[in-house]
């Protein structure tokens, strides 16, 4: 099992604005870190019900969703969460817990900064 | 070893137009065919090493590389190789073979196709 820390993908001071760890692929070779810390964001959407659970909360009301929400990809509840963990540990998605329910929503900037290393020049 | 097919995020008749294979993640949850498809694409840029070649051939003079270009990220050139087929397999490059190199290019459509993926609304 890989090493389980947060992506430095995005400051923790600038949550909201995109500080992507790498230039548009585009630009020039990727050294060895960018490669690794970008390679880590793209495994964790390397599965397919990992990437479901992904577009489920992506594209729920608000932004956000509940487990309860989102565990109709035909998987047990111990799956779903072990997939959620995997998102979060990737930076994709944060997690807030109220009341019963641990709420789930996509972290913008993450994806901001996917599309940039992905986009041309 | 999973099916080595190509993908089929885009059209073969249309190479230079994005066609992807799902709609944005924020725009509803994938079904299980969609995922499977941009899973793979996704799992193909999930290792380190692929990434930077990959970017290697993208930031290449005329966005195109031969194997004597991209082959300085410190693995054996049959590990290169292995490298070059997964991003074919998944539709991430194409190549084509002139005299004695054989040249990789990277596929826009299906950059484009990722970007329109992790787009938001």
Known sequence: MSSTQALPLITP???????????????????????????RMFKALGDPVRLRLFSAVASHDGGEACVC???DVGVSQPTVSHHLKKLKEAG???SERRGTWV????EPAVLAAMVQLLGTR
């Open 103 to 106: 709420y789930y929503r996509v």
């Open 92 to 94: 994709l998605l944060t």
């Open 69 to 71: 929400d989102i565990s």
């Open 13 to 39: 001071e600038a949550p909201e604005t995109a500080a992507p760890c790498c230039p548009p692929l585009t630009e020039r070779p990727m050294n060895p870190e960018e490669a690794e810390t970008a390679a």
